[in-house]
Structures are given as structure tokens and as C-alpha cells.
């Protein structure tokens, strides 16, 4: 699968409907992880005029996924099927859920957009359709974590990409966007956090 370009995608009030999902859904159908006390790197907020950024190397994951074409303003709605899909065939997830985005919405029509919802597993599972398995690669990646609702949450692209540009990187896979907080289970969305991992390789 190919890399988004070096720019910022432009999906910006489009990506996830996961709030309102969580909401309506059962509560623990979507388990939320517990944050560490002290962030390791500072919380970004909305309006994202500082995107406090840093870089570390992600560990091989495997995970179960659907793989989904088209707007990526849809793919919130997979996060429930997964986990009622995972539920029915004994599978059990080891952390929050997460969205890999492979292309870039301001360059690739809407219908040809590719992205995978999915949950982390402690193995490597061998899930019946529709259900996929994969392992997400170890990598360098540039990272945030953004405070707010989770469709704000690409607000945050531009100041990954400009860290990304002062260190000399380039983006070298899908971005990936990981919900650590159910919506359902705070008060206010202020309360919400999501990493967002965006793989690096040098620049040419």
C-alpha cells in the first residue's frame, strides 16, 4: 500500500463519527485505555496552534481489522461492527481502537480511499471474514497527542508535518490515528485523547 504524500491531507471535519457511535453504543463494547499519569510528550489541543510533537519507535502490533474504499467519514461506523464481530469469534483486544489511512483525500477520489479499522490483539489471529488480520510494522514514527473531539483531531496534520519537515522526514506509511478514550465515558470531549503516529524515512 502506498504512503501518503508529504502534505497535509486534507480531511480535515471529515475523518470519524466515532463520538457519536460510542455514545449510542453499550458501554465496554469499545474498552478505553487508561492513560499513563505523565503523557511523554505535552497534550496538543484545539484549535492545534502548537502541536507538540516527538519521535520513538513503534513495536511491531498484530491486529484484527475490516479493510475499507471510500470516505473516510464512514469509517468510524466500522469500529462497532469490529468489535461485535470480534466478540462473536472469541477474540479479545489488548488495547483501544485505532484508524490507518492510507491516502490522501485532496489527491485520491473519494470512492478510491483506503483505510483499516481495527483493534490490537495479544497474537497474531486467525479471524473468519469479514474480519482481517495483519501485523502493523515496527517503525520510526512522529507523533502527537491531540485533546478534543475526535473529528478535530486532524487539525493536528499540519503541525506533525512541519516537526516532520525540520527533522528532514518524509511520510513512509499510513497515518495512524489510536482512541484512547471512549467518548461515552467522559463528560466533556475536552477529555478525549488520541495519538496520531505517522511513520518517517529520511528525505531524499
Known amino acids: 500500500m502506498h504512503p501518503l504524500p508529504m502534505r497535509a491531507p486534507s480531511i480535515l471535519g471529515c475523518l470519524l463519527p466515532f463520538a457519536a457511535l460510542a455514545c449510542n453504543s453499550p ?72 484508524g490507518l489511512f492510507f491516502d490522501d483525500p485532496g489527491s485520491v477520489p473519494v470512492a478510491e480511499l483506503r483505510s483499516r479499522i481495527g483493534f490490537p490483539v495479544e497474537v497474531p489471529a486467525a479471524p473468519t471474514a469479514p474480519l482481517r488480520a495483519d501485523v502493523l510494522p515496527g517503525a520510526t514514527v512522529a507523533y502527537a497527542l491531540a485533546a478534543g473531539a475526535y473529528p478535530e483531531v486532524p487539525r493536528c496534520y499540519p503541525g506533525i508535518l512541519a516537526y516532520m519537515k525540520r527533522m528532514h522526514w518524509v511520510v513512509a506509511g499510513p497515518i495512524c490515528e489510536i482512541y484512547l478514550v471512549e467518548p461515552g465515558s467522559v463528560k466533556d470531549w475536552s477529555e478525549l485523547r488520541c495519538e496520531v503516529q505517522i511513520p518517517v524515512a529520511m528525505a531524499p
Open 27 to 98: 458501554r465496554g463494547s469499545v474498552r478505553p485505555a487508561e492513560l499513563p499519569t505523565i503523557p511523554d510528550v505535552a497534550v496538543s489541543s484545539s484549535p492545534f496552534a502548537e502541536v507538540h510533537c516527538a519521535y520513538k519507535e513503534r513495536a511491531p502490533q498484530a491486529y484484527v481489522f475490516v479493510e475499507l474504499t471510500g470516505s473516510y467519514a464512514a469509517s468510524g461506523h466500522s469500529i462497532q461492527e469490529v468489535a461485535q464481530l470480534m466478540q462473536k469469534q472469541g477474540l479479545e483486544p489488548s488495547g483501544p481502537p485505532f
